[in-house]
């Protein structure tokens, strides 16, 4: 007996009953095309999240003044702790020596705004920080140029503005480069527009002006402390050693002890320190976790449709094997040897649950063309291997019962079967 | 005892059953279908088997067909004791030595006549043109070449039993078991089926087949009557070596 005509009388066995299964197969295709989709809106999601986040730049480190720290510190009795950051803060993470991973330090002091140019006038922030930010922050311009060391260090009042801010106040982006606008009443000239960036936020990241630090704190925040740095790491793989550098660095200058410092989790960290590091690596590892885990529980909830159909595959192929009793007495009559009958019943159950799965992974691909509710769903291609992989080991697992049932019928039974 | 002993030497015993007993269910309620059944078949016989209705007569049959096994006694088919052979060795003799023709013809509906004489080759693993050839041969030997491709529901009872019939011969059995194959007939059909069967055994096929009519039992050489699981008589009608009684050719000779 050749698996091919074991193939033909099953083929044969299945187009007997077409509606019956075509609805099985429907079953399965469900199932697969669940998975296969739901997999995918979930990977969507999940490279979505991802991109967002690489936007920020997955190589960068802020450091913040700590708020957390201040009250621990005062509750521990630690009074001597300076509690913000300084420009010479900045410029210690910038010592190659101590910090080797560590590739630009960008300063930053922001405040609010308004700016103005003839007439029209919109809020903006606006951040005094280094050339270093543009490349560190992912900040391109699309006109014009970027302000240079030079301006920073002589306090030129130039800007670069981000497009909102530039359509804002004048009639196209383009027009704002070598214009002269005001902010808070100091005039600033316009040497770049920013390149537009998604906003990740409820703020418009925008609707930003970017000047030299010196030039900020002469005309608007002052000489006090520097609001955040922003450390971009050699390449992303360092940007975890880079985050040790600076940590025991910082933690040196502001006096924080040992103890308290030896603690190399964020939470001790939060908790004792007067600054913190936000490392954007560790921000895409949370949130790429939790959108795995989003994407398991998708996956489940398909697997368990997949599990359905398998059980209707089992039921459609007792059905079939009761009602086919006296065919299997008369095909032992002639001889059929046990593991024929075995392979036909077998071959239908796979055969019913494969179609589906094929079906199935048609379906899938066609529902991942769609946005489905603001998600570009990304086919896993593993996805695809385990539905169909999974609907075969199906249509076995589920068909070896009725048709081992069918193989181990007595002939003389089933001929008697009316 | 007197046909199977004259016709003994010289002859190659087709069946042979010792003591066959059968019984259905157990307990208070077991039935007793065969109560130690001794008969010998020869090579080329022709036997009617008789008897009233729970006789035992369709016990006897599957025990012979091998679809039933002896609760007691020995079962020798061409010389092998079926009792040792596992479940694919019964298939196998079934279908290399048997061609069984039941009274409700049990071809497989949805298939056409030619798939259903097809079948027991496709199990003997024998490829498509040439099974294709043997089926053909073999629905000729029926006279249904011109009705292969019907589905079973076309066709008249006869005309179904026929291709029973043609399923039966297409692996060259050695012996045809046929179970009441006229039960459902009309008179023609029942002429027909006949004759094909009077041919088959003129031709050397061994024939065993079950009835309760005496005229399609005059068809037989030999008679064996049964009565509460017992054989309580067997009359030769003719020598093994004579061609069937009512053959519709008396001039075709062995």
């Known amino acids: 007996m050749k698996a091919a005509e074991v193939m033909r009388f099953a083929l044969h066995g299945l187009s007997a009953n077409k509606l019956r299964s075509a609805l099985t197969t429907l079953g399965v295709l469900i199932g697969v095309g669940a998975v296969i989709l739901l997999v995918a809106v979930g990977n969507g999601t999940s490279k979505q999240i991802q991109a967002n986040i690489e936007r920020l730049g997955t190589n960068t480190l802020t450091v913040f003044s700590g708020g957390f720290g201040r009250f621990a510190s005062r509750a521990s009795g630690?009074?001597?702790?300076?509690?913000?950051?300084?420009?010479?803060?900045?410029?210690?993470?910038?010592?190659?020596?101590?910090?080797?991973?560590?590739?630009?330090?960008?300063?930053?002091?922001?405040?609010?705004?308004?700016?103005?140019?003839?007439?029209?006038?919109?809020?903006?922030?606006?951040?005094?920080?280094?050339?270093?930010?543009?490349?560190?922050?992912?900040?391109?311009?699309?006109?014009?140029?970027?302000?240079?060391?030079?301006?920073?260090?002589?306090?030129?009042?130039?800007?670069?503005?981000?497009?909102?801010?530039?359509?804002?106040?004048?009639?196209?982006?383009?027009?704002?480069?070598?214009?002269?606008?005001?902010?808070?009443?100091?005039?600033?000239?316009?040497?770049?527009?920013?390149?537009?960036?998604?906003?990740?936020?409820?703020?418009?990241?925008?609707?930003?002006?970017?000047?030299?630090?010196?030039?900020?704190?002469?005309?608007?925040?002052?000489?006090?402390?520097?609001?955040?740095?922003?450390?971009?790491?050699?390449?992303?793989?360092?940007?975890?050693?880079?985050?040790?550098?600076?940590?025991?660095?910082?933690?040196?200058?502001?006096?924080?002890?040992?103890?308290?410092?030896?603690?190399?989790?964020?939470?001790?960290?939060?908790?004792?320190?007067?600054?913190?590091?936000?490392?954007?690596?560790?921000?895409?590892?949370?949130?790429?976790?939790?959108?795995?885990?989003?994407?398991?529980?998708?996956?489940?909830?398909?697997?368990?449709?997949?599990?359905?159909?398998?059980?209707?595959?089992?039921?459609?192929?007792?059905?079939?094997?009761?009602?086919?009793?006296?065919?299997?007495?008369?095909?032992?009559?002639?001889?059929?040897?046990?593991?024929?009958?075995?392979?036909?019943?077998?071959?239908?159950?796979?055969?019913?649950?494969?179609?589906?799965?094929?079906?199935?992974?048609?379906?899938?691909?066609?529902?991942?063309?769609?946005?489905?509710?603001?998600?570009?769903?990304?086919?896993?291609?593993?996805?695809?291997?385990?539905?169909?992989?999974?609907?075969?080991?199906?249509?076995?697992?589920?068909?070896?019962?009725?048709?081992?049932?069918?193989?181990?019928?007595?002939?003389?039974?089933?001929?008697?079967?009316? | 005892m007197q046909a199977t002993e004259r016709a003994a030497a010289g002859q190659k015993a087709v069946i042979v059953l010792h003591g066959v007993h059968k019984v259905y269910g157990a307990g208070d309620v077991a039935v007793q279908a065969l109560r130690g059944v001794d008969l010998k078949v020869e090579a080329g016989d022709y036997v009617a088997v008789l008897g009233a209705s729970g006789s035992g007569k369709t016990t006897l049959m599957n025990i012979v067909g091998c679809l039933d096994v002896p609760t007691a006694g020995r079962y020798l088919l061409d010389g092998i004791d079926v009792g040792f052979l596992d479940e694919s060795q019964l298939a196998l003799v079934r279908r290399r030595k048997i061609g069984f023709v039941f009274q409700s013809y049990n071809l497989i509906p949805r298939m056409s006549a030619l798939a259903n004489v097809e079948m027991p080759l496709a199990y003997a693993g024998i490829r498509g043109s040439r099974r294709r050839e043997r089926a053909m041969a073999a629905l000729e030997m029926v006279a249904l070449t011109d009705r292969a491709h019907h589905m079973p529901s076309q066709m008249s009872g006869g005309q179904q039993q026929r291709v029973a019939v043609a399923r039966a011969l297409v692996t060259s059995p050695s012996l045809v078991l046929a179970d009441e194959p006229t039960g459902n007939l009309d008179t023609a059909s029942t002429a027909d089926l006949l004759a094909i069967f009077d041919a088959l055994n003129r031709d050397g096929r061994t024939i065993v087949m079950i009835t309760h009519e005496h005229d399609v039992a005059d068809h037989a050489k030999r008679r064996v009557q049964l009565r509460d699981g017992l054989i309580i008589e067997d009359h030769r009608l003719v020598d093994l070596g004579e061609p069937p009684p009512l053959l519709a050719s008396p001039s075709v000779a062995s």
Do not use: W
Request: glycine letters at 10%; aromatic letters at 8%; hydrophobic letters at 40%.
């Open chain 1, 78 to 418: 630690t009074q001597s702790q300076s509690t913000s950051l300084t420009l010479q803060d900045a410029e210690a993470l910038a010592d190659k020596a101590q910090a080797p991973d560590v590739y630009s330090v960008s300063p930053e002091t922001s405040t609010s705004a308004t700016v103005t140019y003839q007439g029209s006038s919109a809020s903006a922030t606006v951040t005094g920080t280094y050339p270093s930010y543009f490349k560190a922050s992912n900040s391109p311009v699309q006109y014009g140029t970027y302000f240079t060391a030079t301006d920073v260090n002589k306090a030129h009042d130039v800007a670069v503005i981000g497009t909102t801010l530039a359509e804002d106040l004048f009639t196209s982006a383009g027009d704002a480069v070598g214009q002269s606008v005001s902010i808070n009443g100091t005039p600033f000239q316009v040497v770049g527009v920013l390149k537009s960036k998604g906003s990740t936020g409820p703020s418009d990241v925008n609707s930003v002006a970017v000047a030299p630090f010196t030039s900020v704190q002469d005309t608007l925040t002052g000489y006090g402390s520097v609001g955040e740095i922003l450390v971009q790491a050699v390449s992303p793989s360092t940007t975890s050693a880079a985050d040790t550098e600076i940590t025991a660095i910082l933690d040196k200058r502001l006096g924080v002890s040992a103890s308290s410092a030896s603690g190399s989790s964020a939470a001790s960290r939060f908790s004792s320190s007067p600054f913190e590091v936000l490392n954007q690596t560790q921000l895409l590892s949370a949130s790429t976790s939790s959108s795995h885990t989003f994407t398991v529980l998708l996956g489940a909830v398909a697997a368990i449709s997949l599990l359905v159909g398998g059980i209707g595959v089992t039921n459609i192929m007792l059905v079939t094997v009761t009602e086919r009793t006296r065919e299997i007495g008369i095909r032992k009559a002639v001889g059929a040897p046990k593991g024929a009958i075995l392979g036909q019943f077998l071959a239908e159950a796979v055969m019913l649950s494969a179609f589906g799965g094929v079906l199935g992974i048609a379906a899938g691909f066609i529902g991942s063309a769609f946005t489905i509710d603001g998600v570009k769903p990304v086919i896993v291609p593993s996805s695809i291997f385990l539905a169909v992989g999974v609907s075969v080991l199906i249509g076995l697992f589920f068909g070896s019962y009725p048709a081992n049932r069918a193989a181990s019928m007595r002939p003389i039974e089933a001929l008697r079967y009316e």
